[in-house]
T-cell receptor
């Protein structure tokens, strides 16, 4: 079975600081990779996804993530965070051909201070 | 376009009771998945339905069950409730599994269940 690890549980940054959230997965086959975000009081929503092709993917609100197959990693980055990026971020994987079953990491709570 | 709608939003039950939660997917979405979210275990997959058939199932006891209707609406049921079943239950809809867009889920706001 696949698993997902997010190394940072709580991150506090000042506005304009750079962000990198780590995500590693364990699975020997082909996977799709996702980052989902949950803003305070809102529902979980897709931030970006990787299916195939260019390992550097761009999502909404200036976020990007890089898939490094050799490291089983899919780290999320943003060059300059804003107060409105305060949210909980979840990395997730699903097995290609396995339908819509996602395995989520435990989440990273990001707080951006003014 | 209306989002995923879950009802009820909040409910309180006592141990031993059973509960039914409902989910209406986004129009045109035929896949519905259910997840349990708790502070300790995070987001855990319960099951996925597509065209009224259970396509995937997570590692939950048989007390957790679900179904999907011909209009793609889905319900999940938890029987003989235990204190540990207290959680936020999230429903997510998506396009057909074979479209190449698997994993792109649209979540509802959830049904928060408290078991006393």
């Amino acid at each position: 079975a696949q698993s997902v690890s997010q190394h940072n549980h709580h991150v506090i940054l000042s506005e304009a600081a750079s962000l990198e959230l780590g995500c590693n997965y364990s699975y020997g086959g082909t996977v799709n990779l996702f980052w989902y975000v949950q803003y305070p009081g809102q529902h979980l929503q897709l931030l970006l996804k990787y299916f195939s092709g260019d390992p550097l993917v761009k999502g909404i609100k200036g976020f990007e993530a890089e898939f490094i197959k050799s490291k089983f990693s899919f780290n999320l980055r943003k060059p300059s965070v804003q107060w409105s990026d305060t949210a909980e971020y979840f990395c997730a994987v699903n097995v290609v051909g396995g339908g819509n079953k996602l395995t989520f990491g435990t989440g990273t709570q990001l707080k951006v201070e003014l | 376009k209306a989002g995923v709608t879950q009802t009820p939003r909040y409910l309180i039950k006592t141990r031993g009771q059973q509960v039914t939660l409902s989910c209406s997917p986004i129009s045109g979405h035929r896949s519905v998945s259910w997840y349990q979210q708790t502070p300790g275990q995070g987001l855990q997959f319960l099951f996925e339905y597509f065209s009224e058939t259970q396509r995937n199932k997570g590692n939950f006891p048989g007390r957790f069950s679900g179904r999907q209707f011909s209009n793609s609406r889905s319900e999940m049921n938890v029987s003989t409730l235990e204190l540990g079943d207290s959680a936020l239950y999230l429903c997510a809809s998506s396009l057909e599994p074979g479209t190449g867009l698997t994993g792109e889920l649209f979540f509802g706001e959830g049904s928060r269940l408290t078991v006393l």
